[in-house]
């Protein structure tokens, strides 16, 4: 690269342009009406009351205390509001984070059901750091190469697992168990020791925030169809659309209540409750890295976990950049994305990523910009500071409802039969990924599927189809690649797929 050149690449990276590009907010923020203020505080809340409920439910899947999941859902969000370039995305705890972050950690020293936060902590600050270098470097682009299909297995294969995991609170049941096999004997072992009223609870949580999903999407259809309806329909079409959206937050407090009635009339042991949550924030602290055995415990985590968390936050930023009309650059949602975890890991959070179905409902919420995210932060601080002696009361039957009925629809099982009918040789990865993230763990899972997918990939170009001219017309040799070189009399053989050092046996 000539001198001239570099200087140019120097100018153009320092440049105030492409420093605005690295502050999103300097953009969004000066075109920011009064108008959009009522929209973004009404999102802001009605993630609030959705974060909330599933931040204490996804860090039991993280094998770490309760309030973890609180403390892993503010901090993202204030950072997203100055670096994010998505309206919509919400930063926090998802289900197959905290799945991932369940696999990399040591037993605590006052209860071996869970792990020691300090290792979630400081893996949510060394994935940072790495998503922030890919980005700084311009190296998001590589994450193309992992295709649908094994995000796909994947994916659906944590939904499997996390459902599964979640059985045991529903039956108020307990065993030693980690992998998806392994939950499924111990729930089979366990089944006659069964908590009637958690299964009660439980199985009712369940079929409330059903029909509260499907009041939801009905309530959006008849607002669409009625259009021209009276305002009091209109104001009854979004109250009910409110009720579906915030049914964690309902299912939650109706069983707390009805675990209080319980305790009032000295029925105290008859739910498995959730425990005394410490209230305040925690104290903000650097992540120790000089935990014993720390490289060992996180393993392949540390490259694992960074990796999924930014593929959940792109897909989830481009696909509705797409609906709403604006584009996510992958290189600035990693450096937003690992900001919200080094910064984070201050504030004793384990690593997040965008949340599908948060985006989701801030998205149908009507937020107009990140400024919705300040809102949701704020709430879920303002939660930590006065209501957590409540949280004791919430049963932990009712938690794994709202798990479970999160991580259903991320199951997809029906692409195993799209790709049977387009595309067969896609089914090798996807039935890979799926399998062995069932039976060794998401994270080997995911490893095992892009192996085979960059096997997939690389094979044309190491067997390449071979084209013989003659006089002008031209031919593709046979179904099968690269077994020797054809040399026609009167023409000439060339690689149809071109020639490089891995294929080069096959030409000389």
């Known amino acids: 690269m000539e001198m001239h050149e570099i200087k140019e690449k120097v ?5 105030k342009d492409t420093w605005k590009a690295r502050f999103p907010i300097s953009i969004w923020l000066p075109t920011y009406k009064i108008g959009y203020a009522i929209n973004d505080f009404v999102a802001g809340i009605t993630v609030a009351l ?14 770490l205390p309760a309030q973890y999941g609180l403390y892993s859902s503010f901090m993202g969000c204030f950072v997203y509001f100055f670096l994010g370039m998505s309206k919509d995305i919400t930063v926090g705890p998802t289900a197959i984070m905290s799945l991932l972050v369940s696999s990399y950690g040591t037993s605590n020293s006052t209860d ?7 290792y979630a ?18 190296l998001g682009a590589l994450t193309s190469f992992i295709s649908a299909t094994v995000i796909s297995g994947f994916t659906t294969a944590s939904a499997l697992t996390i459902g599964a995991g979640q059985i045991k609170n529903l039956f108020g049941i307990s065993y030693e168990g980690d992998a998806f096999y392994e939950d499924i004997i111990g729930v089979i072992s366990n089944i006659t020791d069964t908590n009637v009223w958690d299964l009660l609870l439980g199985s009712v949580s369940l ?3 059903f029909l509260l999903k499907v009041l939801k999407d009905a309530s959006t259809k008849w607002e669409e169809r009625d259009r021209d309806a009276p305002t009091s329909y209109i104001v009854l079409y979004k109250s009910l659309w409110l009720l579906g959206t915030a049914r964690n937050a309902v299912v939650v407090i109706a069983s707390a209540l009805v675990a209080v009635i319980l305790e009032s009339t000295g029925h105290e042991d008859a739910l498995t409750l959730t425990g005394e949550v410490p209230a305040g924030l925690p104290s903000p602290s650097p992540p120790d890295f000089s935990l014993p055995g720390l490289m060992d415990i996180l393993g392949v985590g540390i490259a694992i ?3 999924i968390g930014f593929l959940e936050a792109i897909a989830i930023g481009k696909g509705f950049g797409r609906q709403n009309g604006y584009k996510v650059e992958p290189n600035q949602e990693l450096i937003a994305l690992g900001s ?12 997040v990523t965008g949340s599908f179905s948060r985006t989701s409902i801030n998205n149908q919420s009507g937020v107009k910009t990140q400024a919705g995210n300040l809102v949701t932060g704020t709430l879920v601080i303002m939660s930590l500071l006065f209501i957590t002696p409540a949280f004791q009361y919430i049963p932990k039957a009712a938690l794994a409802a709202v798990i479970i009925s999160a991580v259903f629809n991320m199951m997809n099982f029906r692409i195993f039969l799209q790709l049977w009918k387009l595309n067969k040789l896609d089914l090798l990865p996807l039935s890979a990924t799926f399998i062995s993230s069932l039976f060794l763990g998401v994270a080997y899972g995911t490893l095992i599927g892009i192996g085979i997918d960059l096997l997939i990939l690389l094979y044309p170009s190491a067997r390449p189809q071979i084209k013989v001219e003659f006089l002008g017309n031209s031919f593709t040799r046979g179904q099968h690649r690269g077994y020797g070189t054809v040399v026609p009399v009167g023409g000439e053989s060339v690689p149809d797929d071109g020639l490089l050092f891995g294929n080069r046996k096959v030409w000389f």
């Open 121 to 138: 902590i400081t893996l949510a600050c060394i994935c940072g750091l790495i998503q922030i270098v890919i980005g700084v470097l311009h």
């Open 112 to 118: 071996d059901t869970l792990n020691d936060p300090a």
């Open 207 to 209: 079929i409330i925030l």
């Open 305 to 307: 976990v960074p990796l």
């Open 340 to 351: 919200c975890n080094v910064l984070g890991s201050f504030f004793s959070s384990y690593p």
């Open 50 to 63: 959705t974060v909330l409920p599933q931040g204490l439910a996804y860090a039991s899947i993280a094998k």
């Open 11 to 15: 100018s153009d990276y320092c440049s």
